[in-house]
């Protein structure tokens, strides 16, 4: 399998979601390849983050409303504020000077 083949694969393993033959295929690949283990790591530490903040209160001004702004700045693309923007105003408590 290649790199991009194994990257496709990377939720499905995460989510238990591969077949037994493909989960073997992609977790020999990981042991093989830094570039996707890192990827891959990456990856499960996006997914324990959110799992971690899904109960998190959605209000602006909260930590869930901050992740929950920064994550529509970057998915997307007619929100009005770039994932930029939403952290220098959650850090700073305003909005950044330009």
Same mark, same amino acid.
């Given at each position: 399998?290649?790199?991009?083949?194994?990257?496709?694969?990377? $939720?499905?393993?995460?989510?238990?979601?591969?077949?037994?033959?493909?989960?073997?295929? +992609?977790? $020999?690949?990981?042991?093989?390849?830094?570039?996707?283990?890192?990827?891959?790591?990456?990856?499960?530490?996006?997914?324990?983050?959110?799992?971690?903040? $899904?109960?998190?209160?959605?209000?602006?001004?909260?930590?869930?409303?901050?992740?929950?702004?920064?994550?529509?700045?970057?998915?997307?693309?007619?929100?009005?504020? $770039?994932?930029?923007?939403?952290? +220098?105003?959650?850090?700073?408590?305003?909005?950044?000077?330009?």
């Amino acid at each position: 399998m290649t790199c991009e083949q194994i990257q496709e694969l990377l $939720s499905d393993l995460i989510d238990g979601e591969l077949a037994e033959g493909a989960r073997a295929a +992609v977790e $020999s690949h990981l042991a093989a390849c830094e570039a996707c283990a890192a990827e891959h790591r990456a990856l499960l530490r996006t997914v324990r983050f959110v799992r971690a903040n $899904s109960r998190a209160a959605l209000t602006p001004g909260t930590p869930g409303g901050v992740y929950m702004d920064f994550t529509r700045a970057l998915a997307d693309e007619a929100y009005e504020r $770039s994932g930029t923007d939403v952290i +220098v105003e959650a850090v700073f408590g305003r909005p950044p000077q330009r």
